[in-house]
């Protein structure tokens, strides 16, 4: 027996993140934020066609998500994917060949995922807690990292990052001293209500987070189109007292 699936190609977010930290400046001119939300955005809106049916990820990642050639945005790997109601039993073991770091690695067992992008209630192993919430706070992490240039935790082993993703708050974006933007309130707001603790306080859904993404893309359109008219208003500004100490020059000379 077998299946085949449609082969897929593109450049997966952990490639563009290298890219990034590297400083690559055709990445940095590239990746803007507002660039950077609306592949967010169909990241949530996957999660919320999944969350839809039943379904929720459990392992989004930079290196699970995938942009082609002409901006189409892909999730990958859905192996260790919950299907909501029904009962887990033993997991088998399931390996990647995308990283060699452990909290990049997926693994199995009582805690199914990738280490650096679990929720609490994921890394504690709380199955039944477990839910669309839980894709959101991932996806959270992955914003905050393109946003500082490195996610909320850091440790030495999995088992001291899966007792901080558990325990310790995050540091908001806005105050972390190593980040590559500046960042705009009302996504840091976003980005502070996927990752609470209390899979009850995120948004509810991919739907929800995706709504809110919008939300800012829209917000960071008129703000641009107001710098914009700003910046005109500024220019004519300039213009006029250049034309008005002109003219009062001239009437001082006859």
Not at 80 to 98: F, H, I, K, N, Y
Not at 141 to 152: D, K
């Amino acid at each position: 027996p077998y299946y085949a699936m449609k082969r897929i190609g593109g450049v997966t977010l952990k490639q563009v993140f290298d890219r990034l930290k590297a400083e690559d400046p055709a990445a940095m001119k590239e990746w803007t934020i507002p660039h950077f939300i609306s592949v967010m955005l169909r990241v949530a809106q996957a999660c919320a066609f999944a969350h839809d049916h039943g379904v929720v990820h459990r392992d989004v990642k930079p290196a699970n998500i995938m942009i082609g050639s002409y901006g189409e945005v892909l999730l990958l790997d859905w192996g260790v994917a919950r299907v909501l109601g029904t009962t887990e039993g033993p997991l088998e073991p399931v390996t990647t060949w995308r990283s060699d770091d452990e909290a990049d690695r997926t693994i199995v067992g009582t805690v199914a995922g990738t280490p650096a992008y679990m929720p609490p209630e994921q890394a504690t192993g709380e199955i039944e807690s477990i839910g669309p919430a839980s894709d959101v706070y991932a996806i959270g992490v992955v914003i905050y990292e393109f946003i500082v240039g490195r996610r909320p935790f850091r440790a030495s082993s999995v088992r001291e990052l899966l007792d901080k993703v558990a325990e310790e708050d995050i540091v908001p974006p806005s105050r972390r001293t190593e980040r590559r933007h500046g960042v705009p309130p009302d996504l840091e707001s976003v980005i502070k209500r996927c990752l609470e603790k209390d899979p009850a306080q995120r948004f509810p859904d991919g739907m929800g987070l995706a709504q809110a993404l919008q939300g800012f893309l829209e917000g960071s359109n008129r703000r641009d189109e107001s710098e914009r008219l700003g910046q005109i208003g500024d220019e004519k500004s300039t213009e006029y007292r250049r034309a008005a100490d002109a003219a009062s020059r001239k009437e001082a000379d006859l």
